[in-house]
């Protein structure tokens, strides 16, 4: 079972910026959305369908999302990211807007899942990173931006997730949350983090989560 993250937070707040220090050879960015990476990026390259090699891939297609995670580690990739996550709904529901009724609701929810499930089905060494922008649910709380109350019935995203980060900015450095304030859906397993804000560096905590796993 892979190792799915689920990292929030608003635009420019420093998740895309935590991958500076992965290694590209072993890191594999999937883009809802096409846009440069916040850093230098020599090493990261378009992803070759056909040769298997690269860094980068644009894609909202679900099923492809699906196929790509579940099959990167055969190509060494154990760092799977997963950027602007909440796009792959916003832009199939904008395909879809002109269909009346609710299923389409349920199919994307569903289509949702499937790329969670594709997440968890990897080998234990693979984490999965998605990367979501947030809103105020109910109650004020801070949660993973979906496209409304209809798909929210369907699914709760962070429910799917053990860990859950939350991008913080303090005194012009950027840092992640790892323990819920009360009014956000932050959670990490016991005794993984001991400080309540660490380093937006993925690389950093991408090992100690493997290293708590065991794997």
Sequence with gaps: MGIPVMILGES?????????????????????????LPFRQDKWKSWDDENKTGQIIVSDNWQYICNVVKGSHKYGKTQIIIDDCQYIMANEYMRRCSETGFTKFTEIANHMWQII???QSTPPNVSVYFMSHT??????????????????EKITLEGMFTIVF???????????????NGFDTVKTPMDMFSDTLIDNDLHTIDNTIKQYFGV
Excluded: H
């Design 117 to 119: 499930m594709s997440a």
């Design 166 to 180: 939350k991008t913080v900015i303090d005194d012009g450095r950027y840092f992640f949350s790892t323990k819920n």
């Design 12 to 36: 420019g707040t420093g998740k895309s910026t935590s991958l500076r220090n992965l290694d590209p050879q072993t890191t594999l960015v999937i883009q809802a959305i096409d846009k440069p």
């Design 135 to 152: 809103e105020q649910g109910e109650g004020g709380k801070t949660k993973a931006k979906t496209i409304g109350k209809m798909l929210d």
